[in-house]
């Protein structure tokens, strides 16, 4: 994938659609907006479904009585087959379980939340850092546990379960006909939060290619408008994190650093609300380099550690 500038997508107020209300994007498919429009999921919760007489559904959204009655009142008595959720973030699966019940339909992802964590991730994890930020669903258990590449037929069509783990280990983004309904790995409003030890950048790095090399017409995210150029917005993101590797290295060119002190110097005008978020997606970076080799943290790989290039120390 070329590291040149490609399109970020951007939304107006005038895209948002009405919270609540059923909207038909193409024949079988409906969006329905979540009321939890937050400065972390942008409009809010895409909640979909697909299909006819059996209906799928993906990413039931948040814990919120209002958004499950517009669900059901959607469904205008369709039976529910699935409930696909793509990872297990509050603001996607906190709805799943109620319902499940309210449906009698099974709930499907690749696991909970702690499946497909990487070897480097676990290993923080047990050295005492436990989770990577808020916002995880920690008593979220599918019924259903799906593959990379598993197919659900039914008479919605097929869908196909993609394992695309970095955002969080456990994420899934799923194709039907023309379409991948991406998550929170590839958004329409801003570049995905990868928070350590939840998030991992090398694996969603990798999964950005993954995707990149699937045909399609286009990307339905779960927060923000569609994605009419799948293409150039994985472009995007990938050149957005090779530019903010390219001025991590730079810093360090000057010195050792923690991750607070990257921070500060790479993020201009940043809100302080925003500012540990920040630190996340360093820190997120740090990992990444200190696995390739570029970067060595002192004493260990850890948050409060100081970081200097490789180059910079002596090997014995």
């Avoid at 779960?222 to 957005?240: D, K, N, Q, S, V």
């Avoid at 990992?287 to 409060?304: A, H, N, Q, S, Y």
């Amino acid at each position: 994938m070329a590291k040149r500038k490609a399109k970020k997508v951007t939304t107006t107020s005038d895209d948002i659609p009405l919270v609540g209300k059923a909207i038909d994007l193409a024949p079988d498919l409906q969006r329905i907006l979540a009321p939890n429009a937050s400065p972390m999921t942008g409009w809010g919760t895409n909640t979909y479904i697909i299909g006819d007489r059996e209906v799928v559904i993906i990413d039931p959204g948040p814990d919120d009585t209002a958004h499950l009655a517009a669900i059901l009142s959607a469904l205008k008595g369709r039976h529910v087959s699935r409930i696909l959720v793509t990872h297990s973030h509050i603001d996607h699966s906190g709805l799943a379980s109620t319902l499940s019940g309210a449906t009698s339909a099974p709930i499907a992802a690749f696991g909970d939340s702690r499946a497909g964590r990487s070897e480097v991730m676990s290993d923080l994890i047990a050295r005492g850092l436990a989770t990577g930020g808020e916002g995880v669903d920690h008593a979220f258990t599918p019924d259903q546990t799906l593959a990379d590449g598993q197919i659900i037929d039914g008479s919605w069509g097929r869908v196909t379960a993609i394992h695309t783990p970095g955002h969080m280990a456990n994420h899934m983004c799923f194709h039907w006909n023309e379409i991948i309904f991406t998550g929170d790995h590839v958004m329409g409003w801003a570049s995905s939060v990868i928070s350590p030890p939840d998030g991992d950048l090398t694996q969603f790095m990798l999964s950005c290619k993954k995707l990149a090399v699937i045909p399609c017409a286009g990307f339905l995210p779960a927060h923000g408008a569609p994605i009419e150029t799948p293409a150039e917005r994985l472009e995007w993101l990938l050149a957005h994190r090779y530019a903010r590797e390219s001025q991590i290295l730079s810093r360090l060119e000057e010195g050792a650093a923690t991750i607070s002190e990257l921070t500060d110097s790479l993020y201009c005008d940043l809100s302080p609300g925003l500012r540990a978020v920040a630190q996340r997606n360093v820190f997120a970076h740090a990992i990444d380099l200190t696995v390739r080799g570029e970067i060595v943290p002192k004493p260990d790989l850890r948050f409060d550690a100081k970081y200097q290039l490789f180059k910079a120390q002596d090997v014995e």
